[in-house]
């Protein structure tokens, strides 16, 4: 069964920062591209940015100079690095592998809170 423990979650004001982590087992890493959803009250989950095996990173528009993907692997850590914060970015997040950024993701996380206030 393949787990995604994300962490880094919490509450933050607008402009803020915060870095989300996501562990996995090194198979599932190594193997499989990884990316980032959200969720908002109300709304339906939606896709923030991918990256492949080989490090290319892609970004919906609406995060593109805020956010930011990376992945270590010596760790089998994903992460994504959230600046300039809105309270329209209040969601649960949550990661994703086994999948890309146009043909969607087989397997996904539990999902960590992020809570930002104006």
């Known amino acids: 069964q393949v787990q995604l423990v994300e962490s880094g979650g919490g509450s933050v004001q607008a402009g803020g920062s915060l870095k989300l982590s996501c562990t996995t087992s090194?198979?599932?890493?190594?193997?499989?591209?990884m990316g980032w959803y959200r969720q908002a009250p109300g709304k339906e989950r939606e896709l923030l940015s991918a990256?492949?095996?080989?490090?290319?990173?892609n970004y919906v528009d609406f995060v593109k100079g805020r956010f930011t993907i990376s992945q270590d692997k010596a760790k089998n850590t994903l992460y994504l690095q959230m600046n300039s914060l809105k309270s329209e970015d209040t969601a649960v997040y949550y990661c994703?592998?086994?999948?890309?950024?146009?043909?969607?993701?087989?397997?996904y996380g539990q999902g960590t809170q992020v809570t930002v206030s104006s």
């Open positions: 994703a592998a086994c999948g890309g950024y146009y043909t969607g993701f087989r397997y």
């Open positions: 090194g198979y599932i890493f190594h193997s499989c591209g």
């Open positions: 990256i492949t095996i080989e490090n290319i990173a």
